[in-house]
């Protein structure tokens, strides 16, 4: 049986600094009032899901160190785990978009910038989403 429960929770993985302060400062304008976490690479992200009994949407960079995007989807269906994801990439390559489309929790695939458009679209899904 399906409900609809705002999710409260968003964590945004990526290595860039400038990057993470960026989607989590257009969140905040956009009027996201619930917990904002932020992780440079896929192991400290993967740790926060793992460790947390809270529900997140995930911002998730394509391209980082110790553990990439696609590294950190993988590790994430190794444990069963599905958050719903939202990747990030400065990538436009079809073949980068497909890979992470192909795990069914991926919601989208985002070109950086993300802008106030994308950000909006992220933060109804938060609101709407439909869980399990």
């Given at each position: 049986m399906s409900h609809t429960s705002s999710i409260k929770n968003i964590l945004i993985v990526d290595d860039d600094p400038i990057a993470r302060m960026l989607a989590k400062r257009n969140l905040?304008?956009?009027?996201?009032?619930?917990?904002?976490?932020?992780?440079?690479?896929?192991?400290?992200?993967?740790?926060?899901?793992?460790?947390?009994?809270?529900?997140f949407v995930v911002l998730l960079d394509f391209h980082m160190p110790e553990l990439d995007g696609v590294g950190m989807l993988k590790k994430l269906k190794e444990h069963d785990m599905k958050p719903p994801v939202f990747m990030l990439s400065s990538s436009i390559l079809s073949q980068n978009q497909n890979m992470c489309l192909s795990f069914p929790w991926v919601e989208d695939f985002m070109v950086k910038p993300i802008d106030q458009q994308k950000t909006k679209q992220i933060l109804e899904f938060a609101q709407n989403y439909v869980g399990a």
């Open positions: 905040e304008i956009a009027g996201f009032k619930g917990s904002i976490i932020t992780a440079d690479n896929g192991l400290v992200g993967f740790d926060v899901l793992k460790n947390s009994t809270h529900d």
